[in-house]
């Protein structure tokens, strides 16, 4: 099955600079990669997506960038708020297979003032 | 999001007990899931069900089970035979089958052993 390692697992930074989380998934059949930001006690949300058929996607100050060859996909944060301290997940999966998200182990994110 | 529905917030259980945690959804989504969080685990699949009657086991399914009579509930049962079970449980939903559409998660339930 997919295995998806998640670094690093906490990263502090301060506000204003830019946040890279880096994840590697292992089956090269994985087409779909989300990402997701869980507050303390809260459920994760969704913050940006991207499919294989494309290299890189931005919102605003979210980028994620995708490189299928080496399986590496990462999440580049700029302009960091203290508002962006969280827990970040990043996922893989084969969409038609019942799109079973196999998850990271997560990063926490601190954005100190 | 605020679509997807789990209770209890909190629960305790008592050792030898088997409790049911509660997932609803009015999305009218096909398919759904339930994750296990654990501190530093990330989120483990446990079951998910793509269509109703119809389930399969995820990754950690030993001690749980899970039934799917309709297509808005996808109640999850921690069974006594679950020797770890304190954790936080979330329950998430998709629209299509055969897609790669966003999965949304329920608020969660925090389950205690005591």
């Known amino acids: 099955g997919e295995n998806v390692e998640q670094h690093p697992s906490t990263l502090s930074v301060q506000e204003g600079d830019s946040a890279v989380i880096k994840c590697t998934y292992s089956?090269?059949?994985?087409?779909?990669f989300p990402w997701y930001k869980q507050e303390l006690g809260k459920r994760p949300q969704l913050i940006i997506d991207?499919?294989?058929?494309?290299g890189e996607k931005k919102d605003q100050r979210i980028a994620v960038t995708l490189n299928k060859t080496a399986k590496h996909f990462s999440l580049h944060i700029t302009e960091t708020q203290p508002e962006d301290s969280a827990v970040y997940f990043c996922?893989?999966?084969?969409?038609?297979?019942?799109?079973?998200?196999?998850f990271g182990t997560g990063t926490q994110l601190k954005v100190e003032l | 999001d605020g679509g997807i529905t789990q209770s209890p917030k909190y629960l305790f259980r008592k050792e030898g007990q088997n409790v049911t945690l509660s997932c609803e959804q009015n999305?009218?989504?096909?398919?759904m899931y339930w994750y296990r969080q654990d501190p530093g685990q990330g989120l483990r699949l446990i079951y998910y069900?793509?269509?109703?009657?119809?389930?399969q086991k995820g990754d950690i399914a030993e001690g749980y089970s899970v039934s799917r009579e309709k297509k808005e509930s996808f109640p999850l049962t921690v069974t006594s035979a679950q020797k770890n079970p304190t954790a936080f449980y979330l329950c998430?939903?998709?629209?299509?089958?055969?897609?790669?559409?966003?999965?949304?998660f329920g608020e969660g339930s925090w389950l205690t052993v005591v």
């Open positions: 998430a939903s998709r629209l299509r089958r055969n897609s790669g559409n966003t999965i949304y």
């Open positions: 089956d090269s059949a994985s087409n779909y």
């Open positions: 991207i499919r294989s058929n494309v």
């Open positions: 996922a893989a999966t084969v969409t038609g297979g019942g799109n079973k998200l196999t």
């Open positions: 999305l009218n989504h096909d398919a």
């Open positions: 069900s793509q269509i109703v009657n119809d389930f």
